[in-house]
C-alpha cells in the first residue's frame, strides 16, 4: 500500500480529511481496475503483459486463489490496512489528550468502506453471547453473514482499549463489536466486552466470555484478572482466588490485580488476606494513592476509622490533590466530630470537583453539626442546584428545618425526598413521625410506617412511629403492641416509654401506664414532652 503524502497532517479535520481518504482509496481502486483493463484489450504482448500484471498487482495465479473467500478476504485486508493505519493516527491523538470525534472515525470509515455491500455476504457469529448492557451497540447484520480482516479487527479492538482507558464505555462497546465483525475470534475485543460487562454488573456473561479468552490464552494477566473479578462477583471465592493467584504468577507486580484480589477477599470477609494483597499493591505502585485508600476502606470496614485515616493522610502525601481521600478523610472527621479538619477537606473536593452534589451535602452537615443553620442551608441548596435528584441534599433540609422547628418545611423537603426514593425507609419513617405528630395525613402516614417496619423490622425508631401513627389514629392495642416491641429494642431511649406511657393509658391500662411514663422520665426525658408526662403521672396516679 502507498504511504500517505505529507500534506496529510495539513489536510485534517472536517470536509477536506473525509475528501483526502475518499480520493486516496478511490484513485487506488480505480487505477488497480484500470490496469487490470488494460492487460486484457491490448493487442501488443497481451500474455506476457497480463501476466506482468496479474504478479505486479498480486492477482490470484493458481486454482486455490480464485475461491470467492480467498478474493475477498484478500480485498477486505487491503481496505483493513488502510483503516488501521487511520485508527492508529487517531489513538496518537488521543494519547496526547485530543478527543476522538467518533463522528469524524465513522465518517471515514463509511467512506474507506465503500465496499461494505459485498462484506454483507460474509459470516457472523450472531450468537455471540455478550453483555446485555451493550449488546443494543452491536451491529445487526443478515443471518448466515460472514466476517473476516485481522487487521481491522485489531484496530477496532486497539481503540476500544483506549475508549475503555478514558472511561467512554458507549464508544469502547461500539468498538469491540465492530471488531467482533471483522473477526469474530478476536480475543482482545472479547477481553474488552468482558470488561464492560463486568462494569454493567452483567457477571454471567463477564464469566462466559473471559473464560473464552483464558481458554486460548491461559497466562495472560489481565484475562485471567477479569475473569476472577467476574467469579468473585458470582459468589466464587476459591475459584476467584486460584484465578487471581494465576495472574499474578504471570504478572505479580500487577497494582490493578492485587487491589481486585483485595477486593474480591472483603467479599467474604477475608479482612487479613485482603489487606495482605492490597499491600503488596501499594509496595508495586508506590506513587499510586489508590491501595492506600483501599486500604482505608478495608478499616472502615472492621470498624477502625483511626486506622483507616492513617491510610488516607498516607495516601494524600502521595497524592495531595485527591479528591477521594479528601472526601474519605473529611468523613472521618466529621465522624470524630472534628469538624474545622472535615470542612477542611471538604472544600478541596469541592474545588477540585464542583460539579460533584456530596461534597455539598457533606459539607451541609458539617455547618448543621456546628449550629449555623443558614450555612447548612446554603450548602444544600447548592448540591440540589447540582443536581435535582439529590435526595440526600433534600433530606439535610428537611433536617435544618427540624432544627428550626419549621414542621411544614421539613414535610415538603421529605416528600421531595420520597417523589426521588419512594422506597427509602428512612424517609418514610420520618415524614410519617410528622404527620403523625401534626395529626395530619394520617391514613398516609400509617401506609408509610408499616412499609418502613416492613423492610427494617429490627429498627426500633420505625416501630415507634408506627406505634405512634397507631396511637394517633386512635387504635392503642395495636399502638401498645408496636410500642412495646420499639422499648424492647431500645430501652435506653426514654420517648420510646413516653410513646408507650400514652398509648397505655389510651388503652385503659393505668397502672402500666404510669409506670412506663416514670421510666421516661427516668431515663432523661426533656422538654414539653417531659412536662407532659408528668402532668400525666400526677393525674393517673391517685
Not at 267 to 284: H, I, N, P, T
Request: glycine share 6%; charged share 25%.
Amino acid at each position: 500500500m502507498r504511504p500517505y503524502p505529507d500534506s496529510y497532517e495539513e489536510e485534517q479535520g472536517g470536509w477536506r480529511e473525509r475528501l483526502y481518504f475518499f480520493r486516496m482509496g478511490a484513485t487506488d481502486t480505480l487505477r488497480e481496475i484500470g490496469a487490470a483493463l488494460w492487460t486484457l484489450i491490448s493487442p501488443q504482448h497481451w500474455a506476457e503483459r497480463a501476466r506482468a500484471a496479474w504478479y505486479w498487482w498480486g492477482l490470484p495465479t493458481t486454482p486455490e486463489e480464485w475461491s470467492p473467500e480467498r478474493l475477498l478476504s484478500e480485498w477486505r485486508d487491503r481496505q483493513a490496512e488502510r483503516r488501521a493505519e487511520l485508527l492508529a493516527h487517531r489513538m496518537e491523538q488521543a494519547e496526547e489528550g485530543r478527543r476522538i470525534s467518533p463522528a469524524a472515525v465513522a465518517s471515514v470509515l463509511v467512506v474507506l468502506g465503500f465496499c461494505g455491500w459485498v462484506l454483507a455476504v460474509m459470516n457472523l457469529r450472531t450468537d455471540e453471547r455478550v453483555p446485555t448492557a451493550v449488546q443494543a451497540l452491536k451491529p445487526r447484520l443478515p443471518a448466515g453473514a460472514a466476517r473476516t480482516g485481522t487487521q481491522g479487527a485489531i484496530a477496532h479492538a486497539t481503540l476500544g482499549r483506549k475508549m475503555l482507558e478514558g472511561n467512554r464505555l458507549a464508544e469502547a462497546a461500539r468498538e469491540f463489536s465492530t471488531s467482533l465483525t471483522w473477526d469474530p475470534n478476536n480475543l482482545d475485543a472479547r477481553l474488552g466486552l468482558a470488561k464492560l460487562a463486568v462494569r454493567a454488573e452483567e457477571a454471567n456473561h463477564a464469566l462466559d466470555l473471559a473464560k473464552q479468552v483464558v481458554k486460548d490464552r491461559p497466562k495472560d494477566p489481565d484475562a485471567l484478572n477479569t475473569l476472577a473479578v467476574a467469579q468473585a462477583e458470582l459468589g466464587k471465592p476459591k475459584e476467584a482466588e486460584k484465578s487471581f493467584q494465576k495472574a499474578l504468577a504471570a504478572d505479580p507486580e500487577d497494582s490493578g490485580i492485587l487491589m481486585n484480589a483485595a477486593a474480591a477477599r472483603s467479599l467474604v470477609k477475608d479482612w487479613k488476606g485482603a489487606e495482605a494483597y492490597a499491600r503488596r499493591a501499594a509496595a508495586a505502585a508506590p506513587r499510586d494513592p489508590a491501595p492506600l485508600i483501599l486500604l482505608a476502606l478495608l478499616q472502615f470496614e472492621q470498624n477502625r476509622p483511626d486506622e483507616g485515616a492513617r491510610y488516607l493522610e498516607e495516601a494524600l502525601t502521595r497524592a495531595p490533590r485527591d479528591p477521594v481521600a479528601h472526601q474519605l478523610l473529611g468523613r472521618i472527621r466529621m465522624a470524630q466530630k472534628r469538624w474545622a479538619d472535615a470542612q477542611k477537606h471538604l472544600r478541596v473536593v469541592q474545588e477540585l470537583q464542583p460539579d460533584t452534589p456530596m461534597a455539598f451535602v457533606d459539607a451541609g452537615h458539617v455547618a448543621l453539626a456546628t449550629g449555623n443553620l443558614d450555612g447548612a442551608e446554603l450548602e444544600f441548596r447548592k448540591a440540589i442546584r447540582l443536581s435535582k435528584s439529590a435526595s440526600a441534599a433534600w433530606l439535610g433540609l428537611a433536617a435544618v428545618a427540624e432544627q428550626r422547628n419549621d414542621r411544614s418545611s421539613a414535610i415538603e423537603a421529605y416528600e421531595k425526598a420520597l417523589d426521588i426514593q419512594p422506597n427509602q425507609p428512612v424517609v418514610q419513617n420520618n415524614l410519617a413521625y410528622h404527620y403523625a405528630d401534626s395529626g395530619q395525613n394520617l391514613d398516609r402516614a400509617l401506609a408509610l410506617a408499616r412499609e418502613a417496619v416492613r423492610v427494617q423490622p429490627l429498627d426500633a425508631g420505625a416501630w415507634d412511629t408506627l406505634g405512634w401513627v397507631s396511637h394517633k389514629k386512635g387504635s392503642p392495642a395495636e399502638a401498645v403492641r408496636q410500642l412495646t416491641e420499639a422499648t424492647r429494642l431500645r430501652p435506653d431511649r426514654p420517648v420510646y416509654h413516653y410513646h408507650l406511657g400514652k398509648a397505655l393509658l389510651g388503652n385503659e391500662q393505668r397502672s402500666e401506664g404510669v409506670k412506663a411514663l416514670e421510666k421516661a422520665l427516668e431515663l432523661g426525658l426533656g422538654g414539653a414532652d417531659a412536662e407532659d408526662a408528668r402532668n400525666l403521672v400526677r393525674t393517673h396516679s391517685g
